[in-house]
């Protein structure tokens, strides 16, 4: 963490905390849930191209080291609410590649039983309330999942994820002011990513360190290397502290970099090249990890190409499956649509 606010001084698992970030086995965690989100993102780019991906479709390449990081820093019960760019989010989360596919593709087997597509998938079981379309709509509504969790009591953190554009939205400062006024149990997690949709951080924002955006509504915020899976693992554990312990929100700005336009149909004429080129061979957040458990000798060549062929046939077999899964039956137009309550 750089700076702090002069404010309020089969299937991957879920990447889960340890006590030292030395810990062999966390790392090598993190690197696989990393792999696979790069691994899974590049053949959902292919499935769009072929043309079984209908509508939008935001691709995490780059930004992989925030939602495993981020989930090393939950605990069970903790809520995720974030943006369109979400199949990373519910990959770390350890939601069932296969299902995180079938979405995609609109199959009756997605996550969201096909009805949700890219940017609209759900699992309440794994705690992960979307998936929302609209820019910052989720910052409200993962506000509102605090404020339960404050009503409750029950010791729960709220994970509020968006991004340098929605940072700009009027409901994410009118969030701000409600939850710092309550008290209550939210993390905020700018993904800075540098561009919203095709327009530069620095021609859009006025105040471009978007972790001092709480300052006026006395919540405390840091700068974080978003590119550090460790990095971000630590702040993340700190920040949950701080709101799990009645302190109120904290703001955690994530210094990241996406490698693909803002979706699909982008073509990113907006940067160079070279701009792209530079940041994945000094801060790629894979091979920034890679290096670092090869340093530590915790990981060896054999080892690196035996989780890649594992993460490759993962994701084949996701593929595949999303590919030839059933397409939801004509009737679950009408399912869905209003909460069904006892007589």
Known sequence: MAHQSASKSAKVAPARAKSSTGDGEALVGYYKSMLLIRRFEERAGQLYGMGLIGGFCHLYIGQEAIAVGMQAAKRDGDQVITGYREHGHMLAAGIDPKAVMAELTGRAAGVSRGKGGSMHMFSTQAAFYGGHGIVGAQVSLGTGLALANQYRGDGKVAFVYFGDG????????ESFNMAELWGLPVVYVIENNQYAMGTSLARSSSETHLFRRGASFNIPGVEVDGMDVVAVRDAGLAAAEHARSGKGPFILEMKTYRYRGHSMSDPGKYRTREEIDAVRKTRDP?????????????????????????????VADAA???????????????????????A
């Open 166 to 173: 929605a940072a700009n939205q009027g409901q994410v400062s």
């Open 286 to 314: 894979i091979e920034h990890l890679q290096e670092r458990l090869e340093t530590q000798g915790l990981i060896d060549e054999a080892a690196m190409k035996a989780i890649d062929a594992e993460v490759k046939s993962i």
């Open 320 to 342: 595949e499956f999303a590919r030839t899964a059933p397409e939801p039956e004509p009737a679950e137009l009408y399912t869905d649509v209003y909460m069904e309550t006892a």
